[in-house]
């Protein structure tokens, strides 16, 4: 099975914190995503990545940034926390290939919460 | 652009009724659909997908979905709902038009609460 593993569950920031999200998938994936949750939006791409060091911008980038330096592992960064980022935010890797028809697989999620 | 509408933001049924999940969606091209499901603390699972052929697409734990162009809607379906259905579903469109990687839209989720 995939399994697609998110650091924290849970984290608590402070405003202006640089936070990190690691992302790691064990399935040899080439495509990785980043997404937040929200209740009533559903889930909204923030970043994805389709190679090492390849990313493009999903719909909303902003206040975001993301790295991957080896292709199991995409981590997203919130260069200074604000409190309009609290929420929930999903990791997901699936197959190479155009990502509107791959099947992608899902972590567990971690729940951001910014004070 | 592409998108997706979910009509209803919360369904209760009764366990061992029938149910059925509502999805619009906005593509210019042919669509590939796809229904997840996200039990509470879980990440999201595929439930179904369709990219061509049979309109009528089977999935695990008993669901299906139909894909009607006619009516740009991807309803989901389960004849009788067990308790541990309940859960928050999400429909998706996706496809090779847009940017040259494509990408997965979500509708908005629809919360299903099972009453014994």
């Known amino acids: 099975d995939v399994k697609v593993t998110q650091s924290s569950r849970y984290l608590v920031k402070r405003t202006g914190e640089k936070v990190f999200l690691e992302c790691v998938q064990d399935?040899?994936?080439?495509?990785m995503f980043w997404y937040r949750q929200d209740p009533g939006l559903g889930l909204r791409l923030i970043y994805f990545?389709?190679?090492?060091?390849?990313?493009e911008k999903g719909d909303i980038p902003e206040g975001y940034s993301v790295s991957r330096e080896k292709k199991e592992r995409f981590s997203l960064i919130l260069e200074s926390a604000s409190t309009n980022q609290t929420s929930m935010y999903l990791c997901?890797?699936?197959?190479?290939?155009?990502?509107?028809?791959?099947?992608?697989?899902f972590g567990p999620g971690t729940r951001l919460t910014v004070l | 652009a592409q998108s997706v509408t979910q009509p209803d933001i919360h369904i209760t049924v009764s366990e061992g009724a029938s149910l059925e999940l509502r999805c619009n969606y906005s593509?210019?091209?042919?669509?590939?659909l796809f229904w997840y499901v996200q039990s509470p603390g879980q990440g999201l699972q595929l439930l179904l997908k369709?990219?061509?052929?049979?309109?009528l697409v089977q999935g695990i734990k008993g669901f299906e979905a139909e894909f009607k162009r006619s009516q740009s809607s991807f309803n989901l379906r389960k004849p009788s709902v067990h308790w541990s259905d309940a859960a928050e579903y999400f429909c998706?469109?996706?496809?090779?038009?847009?940017?040259?990687?494509?990408?997965?839209?979500f509708g908005q989720g629809t919360i299903l609460t099972v009453h014994p």
């Open positions: 593509y210019g091209a042919t669509p590939y």
């Open positions: 990545s389709y190679d090492v060091k390849m990313k």
């Open positions: 997901a890797s699936s197959l190479y290939g155009l990502a509107g028809y791959n099947e992608q697989f």
């Open positions: 399935m040899d994936h080439e495509n």
């Open positions: 369709y990219f061509s052929g049979d309109t």
């Open positions: 998706a469109v996706g496809g090779a038009g847009g940017t040259s990687y494509g990408k997965l839209t």
